[in-house]
């Protein structure tokens, strides 16, 4: 990984070659692999979604565009805390399902474009907003490209408030807006929905190494005596052999699971204690809150108080729960928000829902 890592700082390029010689190794090793026709990103959602894999391990937020699952970033940083996002709870809690995702791509940039010069996540979610479609991304351009050109009364947007509402409050913002020539380009839209990857999976199946045939390869491929590889082998599939023999390991053996103390997460839980307290006056109970409604997750905020008790008594609702996606401290962002996921909710329940890209 060290010599990968140099070779891509030295811009070296991983050639066909390199390539087949790390899927012998794999195989030499027992671990499965999928060849990917296309792009890897996508090959791996693929593989989520079809339940071959739990989740996916990479920093590349493409991933949530191809639709994957459950994906697990800064797993190789050791600088950095884990993260885990769950495409679940982005549809849910924000309003955010795939055709969302790819069209905030498209606005923002992504690995497939450059996106548009002067648009950043708030406005961007701000014209998903009022322009939710790929073809309401057309008009966008051309209603940008033409600032000085109002709405006719025959055009459709003329009668849209939420558009009429964004051009104005967007005034002054969009003449610094610069669109690709492209814009919005198709075959990114394609790339994303309709992916090219490997369908012809067998089950994965993980074998023993096999150390004679690995220090006989690398001999080959390095010449480094086979003794010497062996020495460094030996002890690291000794223990491999062990641990897998005895259990099977999970991911908090890798990563202890920490709690972070932010002053937002302070002010949910004075938020939550004063309203617990507010009910206890109106019940006039005094007594303790009722916990059933508060059992989702005690474990997900503990206290540093003798005896493990919570700052809220007993139990309180997960902070996750809550607020699964952070704080959002931006007032348009969370209005652009709260307006995709009503429209997401009548999607679900089955809607006409606007055409699709």
Same mark, same amino acid.
């Given at each position: 990984?060290?010599?990968?890592?140099?070779?891509?700082?030295?811009?070296?390029?991983?050639?066909?070659?390199?390539?087949?010689?790390?899927?012998?190794?794999?195989?030499?090793?027992?671990?499965?692999?999928?060849?990917?026709?296309?792009?890897?990103?996508?090959?791996?959602?693929?593989?989520?979604?079809?339940?071959?894999?739990?989740?996916?391990?990479?920093?590349?937020?493409?991933?949530?565009?191809?639709?994957?699952?459950?994906?697990?970033?800064?797993?190789?940083?050791?600088?950095?805390?884990?993260?885990?996002?769950?495409?679940?709870?982005?549809?849910?809690?924000?309003?955010?399902?795939?055709?969302?995702?790819?069209?905030?791509?498209?606005?923002?940039?992504?690995?497939?474009?450059?996106?548009?010069?002067?648009?950043?996540?708030?406005?961007?979610?701000? @014209?998903?907003?009022? $322009? /939710?479609?790929? *073809?309401?991304?057309? %008009?966008?351009?051309?209603?940008?490209?033409?600032?000085? &050109? +109002?709405?006719?009364?025959?055009?459709?947007?003329?009668?849209?408030?939420?558009?009429?509402?964004?051009?104005?409050?967007?005034?002054?913002?969009?003449?610094?807006?610069?669109?690709?020539?492209?814009?919005?380009?198709?075959?990114?839209?394609?790339?994303?929905?309709?992916?090219?990857?490997?369908?012809?999976?067998?089950?994965?199946?993980?074998?023993?190494?096999?150390?004679?045939?690995?220090?006989?390869?690398?001999?080959?491929?390095?010449?480094?005596?086979?003794?010497?590889?062996?020495?460094?082998?030996?002890?690291?599939?000794?223990?491999?052999?062990?641990?897998?023999?005895?259990?099977?390991?999970? @991911?908090?053996?890798? $990563? /202890?699971?920490? *709690?972070?103390?932010? %002053?937002?997460?302070?002010?949910?839980?004075?938020?939550? &204690? +004063?309203?617990?307290?507010?009910?206890?006056?109106?019940?006039?109970?005094?007594?303790?809150?009722?916990?059933?409604?508060?059992?989702?997750?005690?474990?997900?905020?503990?206290?540093?108080?003798?005896?493990?008790?919570?700052?809220?008594?007993?139990?309180?609702?997960?902070?996750?729960?809550?607020?699964?996606?952070?704080?959002?401290?931006?007032?348009?962002?969370?209005?652009?928000?709260?307006?995709?996921?009503?429209?997401?909710?009548?999607?679900?329940?089955?809607?006409?829902?606007?055409?699709?890209?």
């Amino acid at each position: 990984m060290k010599e990968y890592k140099k070779l891509k700082k030295n811009n070296i390029e991983i050639n066909e070659e390199m390539n087949e010689d790390i899927k012998i190794l794999l195989n030499m090793f027992g671990i499965p692999y999928v060849q990917s026709p296309c792009e890897a990103e996508a090959q791996c959602s693929y593989l989520n979604c079809k339940n071959y894999c739990d989740a996916i391990i990479s920093d590349d937020s493409d991933v949530l565009v191809f639709n994957g699952k459950t994906v697990i970033k800064n797993f190789f940083n050791r600088k950095k805390t884990v993260e885990v996002y769950e495409r679940k709870l982005i549809e849910d809690k924000l309003g955010l399902y795939q055709d969302e995702l790819i069209n905030l791509s498209l606005l923002c940039g992504c690995d497939y474009t450059i996106g548009v010069h002067g648009v950043g996540i708030v406005n961007a979610l701000e @014209i998903i907003k009022a $322009f /939710p479609t790929f *073809e309401d991304l057309k %008009k966008l351009k051309e209603i940008v490209s033409n600032p000085f &050109r +109002d709405l006719s009364q025959g055009d459709k947007y003329f009668h849209n408030e939420e558009v009429k509402r964004f051009l104005q409050t967007h005034k002054n913002y969009k003449l610094n807006w610069i669109f690709p020539n492209n814009f919005p380009d198709r075959e990114v839209y394609r790339c994303f929905k309709y992916p090219k990857v490997c369908t012809d999976i067998q089950k994965f199946q993980w074998h023993l190494p096999n150390l004679s045939h690995i220090t006989k390869f690398l001999n080959k491929a390095t010449n480094i005596a086979e003794e010497k590889i062996s020495n460094v082998l030996n002890p690291i599939l000794q223990k491999y052999d062990v641990r897998v023999r005895s259990y099977q390991l999970k @991911i908090d053996d890798f $990563f /202890p699971i920490i *709690e972070r103390k932010r %002053k937002s997460v302070d002010d949910l839980i004075g938020i939550i &204690r +004063d309203n617990q307290k507010g009910k206890r006056r109106e019940n006039g109970s005094g007594g303790r809150a009722n916990a059933s409604n508060t059992r989702k997750s005690s474990s997900a905020c503990k206290s540093g108080n003798a005896g493990g008790s919570s700052p809220l008594g007993r139990d309180i609702t997960s902070l996750i729960d809550l607020n699964p996606a952070g704080v959002i401290r931006s007032k348009r962002m969370s209005t652009a928000l709260d307006h995709i996921k009503g429209r997401g909710r009548s999607r679900k329940r089955g809607s006409p829902g606007e055409a699709r890209g």
